[in-house]
């Protein structure tokens, strides 16, 4: 769970040195997710053999498995890491990548990432190499995350609301 520190930190970070806020989102995130116990399903609609009793066995995480969003987390930092991110000790939803003076961050809830950074070509070379290994969708500037919209305005600074929000509350 990311911490609403952690949020704003890194919001600050951008809008402080003038750094792009990107939104990544990796499509079907959960069927990444390797299982490390053994998990058993009632065969689906469809798919029945003749001997209804037979039961699936998973190998991968499937959405509304309990363990899931674990294993999807387990496998995204598992590949963050051999990208040599180094995981924060403080928040373990934010990854830090550093080469020689450029640093990149990336803050990761389920399946939507924000990364930013002092270096554009690194973000874009970690993006790249990221969706060698899940299919991302590349949503562009950061808009809204978390129900938090952000609004970027000519001198660099952003207004963060949540009347979209609030709106979808009452609707």
Known sequence: MIKPITVRLLLTLAVTYGWQLQQLDV????????LEEEVYMQQPPGFESSTKSMLC????????????????FDK???TLLKFECKSSKCDPSLFVYSKGSSTTYMLVYVDD???????PSLIKQLISKLNTFFFLKDLGSLDYFLGIEVKHQSDGSIVLTQGKYIR???A
Not at 27 to 34: C, D, H, P, T, V
Not at 113 to 119: A, E, R, V
């Open 57 to 72: 066995k998973l190998n991968k995480a499937i959405y509304g498995l309990k363990q899931a969003p674990t294993a999807w």
């Open 27 to 34: 499509n079907n995130a959960f069927l990444n997710g390797i």
């Open 168 to 170: 979808d509350l009452l």
């Open 113 to 119: 990432i924000i990364i930013t950074g002092n270096n």
């Open 76 to 78: 995204l930092k598992e």
